[in-house]
């Protein structure tokens, strides 16, 4: 018996299962002893390398340096490696993206060749690497027949040594997950070329699972891209039994939406051996968005056996294909269909954009691919994907660099003539085809570009000359400058600067990057990056043409909301598009932050951010932006115009304030709330009034046939309480806005968490015709009350109208002091700044885990010192700096503010690479001296093994602080740098406000007894 199970594809290489239940030797179920899980046996055939229809993702290694050469031969349906013999004596190609096996007992790999020359190779070697990244070397001798046609067999055993291995843990034994890397040829030296046709590559793979395991889940009926339109019927899922025995499992089917509403279906899933069972969704779907679908399998005979499925799909209308692409307002997204020759994935990376309403995508236009020898151009893989985008409305903004080796003079400086020969020439064939044209990518960083400011500006200069002749309608864009933050690959702070200042008039586009979070982009644009554009005197309009954040770490939600806000903010900033990075994951590793940046995953199925991205274009494309309407407590709301309808996007960014509903006056026909996934209610409505909310996730309110739109506030307005300290009462005040142009009653109810109680817990108030009244209570704050670290308790405020029908509930969060001795536990991912994110060329440097960088940290007070334990584990310990410098090293920075004090603490403690300690003061308040107060301190350091610690006493007197004052609080941070000897690769923090700028108001509370 025999059927195909789907593998996802991978770099494009396709992958194709077939699942054998007849094959001979084939063992039994296997029942393990008592309490253990029951294995199967599966047998699987697995398409590892199939050329027939188009070029995978691979590489030839050093092909230029060894003559060789590796091309689709599209007649044949093969991959064609070509050498030439007096150069080397092997060839060898890998994998972008090295392709998952499945785990096995023993494998089965089947080969065919086909020579093309009299000296065919004498070995050819196959290349897997495990989990350690020890690569392992398989090879065979090569047997032609008359027809220069070579089969060859590789059959290999789990425990089988290979014939050669290298690199990871080095103990010659595979460590799954195993993948398949590449492969390689062994040749004669001599005189003449060598030519080979390799069709395809199949791998049939003998393993035992549990029971639970046996079944493939196949998602079907969403097609191609895993969508369903709204009024569509939910999903159906194909159960497989992929062994030879019948089963019986548990099956537990969850479907969880964006907010996390979730909806179970239990159900006993009893399948024959190799059967297909069907299980459609009973229910409509109704409400737009992504949707997270999970499928438990467990064994109801070992309840410890048990597996998990996962997938999504998305319900939503597309927004496009757009017309008229790249027009108005640009809703871009990057891409590399560039790294695949395969015409079926730029097909889909195509459809793809244009569904979710992407008018451009940002690809790379790669020198070298075109000419890798002199004088010999090919643009077929460029000529196709300008054509194979355009075909469904997506215009193409095409990124100029990576010079082949034969035309760089220095680093990958090209030489100016061939530079300039290969843009014409560009510029010549795309005239009318491509309207966008970027010099470079992110040659402020090192990785990007080796050559400083005067030569990156000649070659502006030659492409604006050549642009000027060739194409005067199309843009020359800057290269996208990747930060304004500090950054360990920038070749010089200015060079942003410089570039623009000494490039005038040579790009018609400012083109800026900046990935990362809202908060973090919202204080580079406004603090750095607008007031440098002033300084440079730059009247050019910039685009924020590759800006993101990978969902690694922060989850698809906050990857879908950094999308809305970041989009909406470079808008209101005066940016004329924004492209989103990247279109689908590079990789499949949901540790990996540079894998998971894609809208969609590397096999074509939504994120959230997809989703929110089709939100935004279909809702704000044709919009102009108007206005930012300032609100109070952290509320952020802008407004855009299309004639007659406007639409106002807002949300609450102040993590220490409520959401709120603010009263909207306008004179609009039509009023609808539309979410991030797109669903459309009518807006409420308060009298003559509609209410906006403002959540943690933007919302946008259309309002059609509004020749006016005026903000009154909220309703109901908490002002944000000060720090909850135990033992003491918090003031809270709580703000109405009489909605309407009469006297109305209104009746406030308070709910507090535990450890916060109060006497006034509801008060009935009578507001005038548009009176703004402020009532105040009192909480008492228990010992109870005790949030930890970065989090907060929230107190239930509600209001309500009875002659309105009115009522709103706010939470308000409500941040507690720390108790002294404070403990503080620096491990998590978004405790983490890495200042490497936005470059890939340095993916080893950004947090890895605890095991990379993590902090334990004590704070505690005798009567005469405060003393501060810090342990930190780290995987490698670097700090050659010292005094001013020793933040750039491994070492502890910590800040704190004293009531009364003009001015922040800000102190450093190190381990010196020699094994010296020391102190460091880099600020301290008014009236304070820096040299006293290092002077002052107490260090003890010692490094044992991965874990540094360090043993800090302060007296009190020098930092004007006594007993008294820490039990009124006093505010504390601290961050850890990390340096593992290359640069300084980030750090993990307390709270914000210490490592970007600083803000003692976002440091937490700690008091003493």
Request: charged share 25%; proline share 7%; net charge neutral.
């Amino acid at each position: 018996m025999n059927y195909w199970l789907l593998i996802p594809a991978v770099c494009g290489i396709t992958l194709n299962a077939a699942v054998d239940f007849t094959g001979p030797g084939f063992p039994p179920l296997s029942l393990n002893r008592a309490g253990e899980a029951a294995t199967v046996p599966v047998r699987q055939t697995v398409t590892v390398a199939d050329f027939r229809d188009g070029f995978p993702d691979i590489v030839l290694n050093k092909a230029g340096e060894r003559g060789q050469k590796l091309t689709h031969a599209v007649e044949r349906g093969a991959l064609l490696v070509e050498w030439r013999r007096a150069n080397a004596g092997y060839w060898e190609w890998s994998c972008r993206k090295p392709v998952p096996l499945p785990e096995f007992t023993s494998a089965r790999f089947e080969v065919k060749l086909t020579a093309g020359s009299p000296e065919p190779p004498e070995w050819f070697n196959l290349r897997l690497a495990d989990a350690t990244g020890e690569v392992f070397q398989y090879a065979k001798r090569t047997d032609w027949d008359r027809d220069g046609v070579c089969n060859l067999v590789f059959e290999l055993e789990r425990s089988q040594k290979p014939v050669l291995s290298w690199g990871g843990n080095g103990d010659g034994r595979l460590d799954f997950p195993v993948k398949f890397l590449g492969a390689s040829g062994d040749f004669k030296a001599g005189e003449g070329d060598g030519k080979l046709w390799i069709d395809s590559i199949r791998g049939e793979f003998v393993s035992s699972v549990p029971l639970s395991r046996a079944v493939a889940v196949t998602l079907k009926g969403t097609e191609p891209f895993h969508l369903i339109p709204p009024e569509g019927q939910g999903p159906v899922l194909s159960f497989h039994n992929r062994s030879g025995s019948a089963i019986r499992l548990s099956a537990e089917l969850t479907m969880r939406e964006f907010d996390g509403t979730a909806v179970r279906k239990r159900f006993p899933l009893v399948l024959t051996a190799g059967e297909k069972q069907p299980f459609t969704w009973p229910e409509k779907l109704g409400r737009r968005g992504i949707r997270y679908l999970e499928c438990r399998f467990s064994d109801p005979e070992n309840p410890g056996d048990f597996s998990v499925w996962n997938s999504s799909f998305a319900v939503m209308e597309p927004a496009g294909p757009t017309a008229g692409a790249g027009r108005g307002f640009i809703f871009g997204v990057c891409s590399h269909p560039n790294w695949t020759r395969d015409r079926e994935v730029h097909r889909r990376e195509a459809e793809a954009a244009a569904l979710v309403g992407a008018g451009v995508v940002r690809i790379d236009f790669e020198w070298w691919q075109i000419e890798p020898e002199k004088g010999k151009r090919d643009y077929t893989l460029y000529d196709e994907l300008v054509e194979t985008f355009a075909q469904r409305g997506v215009e193409l903004e095409a990124i100029l660099g990576k010079p082949p080796k034969w035309a760089v003079v220095k680093g990958n400086l090209p030489e100016y003539g061939a530079w300039r020969s290969f843009v014409r020439d560009a510029f010549r064939r795309y005239r009318g085809k491509i309207r966008l044209w970027e010099v470079w990518n992110e040659p402020d960083l090192a990785g990007f570009a080796s050559f400083d400011v005067p030569e990156y500006v000649e070659l502006m200069r030659i492409v604006r000359e050549e642009a000027d002749r060739e194409i005067p309608r199309a843009a020359v864009l800057s290269g996208g400058f990747a930060t304004m933050a500090a950054h360990g690959s920038k070749k010089r702070e200015d060079f942003q600067e410089e570039t623009l200042k000494r490039g005038r008039g040579l790009f018609d586009l400012h083109a800026y990057h900046e990935h990362g979070t809202f908060p973090q982009y919202r204080q580079l644009v406004d603090g750095l990056f607008l007031p440098m554009r002033k300084r440079a005197g730059v009247a050019v309009p910039w685009y924020a043409n590759e800006t993101a954040i990978t969902s690694a770490g922060v989850g698809e939600r906050e990857q879908a909301v950094t999308l809305a806000k970041k989009l909406v903010f470079a808008w209101s900033r005066g940016a004329v598009g924004y492209n989103w990075y990247n279109l689908r994951n590079k990789g499949d590793d949901p540790r990996d932050g540079e894998h998971n940046y894609g809208m969609m995953t590397s096999d074509f199925r939504p994120k959230a951010v997809y989703v929110a991205f089709n939100t935004l274009a279909g809702l704000l494309r044709d919009h102009g932006f108007v206005r930012q309407i300032p609100v109070a407590d952290g509320g952020m709301l802008f407004e855009f115009r299309n004639g007659t309808e406007r639409v106002l996007c807002g949300w609450n960014e102040e993590f220490r304030s409520a959401g709120k509903r603010l009263l909207v006056d306008s004179d609009a026909v039509r009023a609808e709330l539309i979410g991030l996934m797109g669903n459309v209610v009518p807006a409420e409505r308060l009298g003559d009034r509609l209410l906006l909310p403002l959540e943690r996730t933007p919302a946008f309110l259309r309002l059609a046939g509004a020749d006016r739109v005026e903000v009154a506030g909220g309703v109901m307005r908490i002002i944000p309480p000060p720090v909850a300290v135990p033992g003491r009462t918090l003031p809270l005040e709580i703000e109405l806005l009489s909605p309407v142009s009469s006297p109305v009653n209104a009746k406030l109810t308070l709910l507090p968490p535990a450890g916060l109680r109060t006497e006034s817990e509801s008060a009935e108030l009578t507001l005038k015709p548009g009176e703004k009244l402020v009532w105040s209570t009192q909480l008492s704050v228990g010992g109870d009350f005790q949030p930890k670290l970065g989090e907060a308790e929230t107190v239930m405020v509600e209001c309500r109208i009875p002659a309105l029908g009115y009522r709103d509930r706010l939470e308000q969060p409500v941040v507690g002091a720390l108790p002294l001795p404070a403990r503080f536990d620096l491990n998590r991912k978004n405790q983490t700044v890495s200042l490497f994110d936005a470059d890939p060329t340095k993916t080893a440097l950004v947090w890895s885990g605890p095991g990379d960088l993590s902090a334990e940290v004590r704070l505690d007070a005798s009567d005469r010192e405060l003393l501060l334990r810090v342990d930190v584990t780290d995987d490698r310990h670097s700090q050659p700096f010292s005094g001013a410098d020793m933040w750039q090293g491994d070492g502890v920075q910590f800040a704190l503010a004293v009531p009364g004090q003009q001015g922040l603490w800000e102190l450093g403690l190190s381990l010196s690479d020699s094994g010296g300690s020391e102190c460091f003061a880099w600020s301290v308040p008014n009236g304070f001296d820096r040299t006293a107060a290092a002077a002052a301190m107490r260090l003890e350091a010692e490094r044992r093994g991965t874990v540094t610690h360090y043993r800090a006493a302060i007296p009190l007197a020098a930092l004007g602080l006594d007993r008294t004052k820490l039990r009124e609080g006093i505010r504390f941070n601290l961050l850890v740098n990390d340096n593992d000897g290359e640069a300084r690769k980030g750090w993990i923090a307390a709270a914000p406000g210490i490592g970007s700028g600083k803000d003692a108001g976002k440091y937490p509370v700690v008091v003493g007894p």
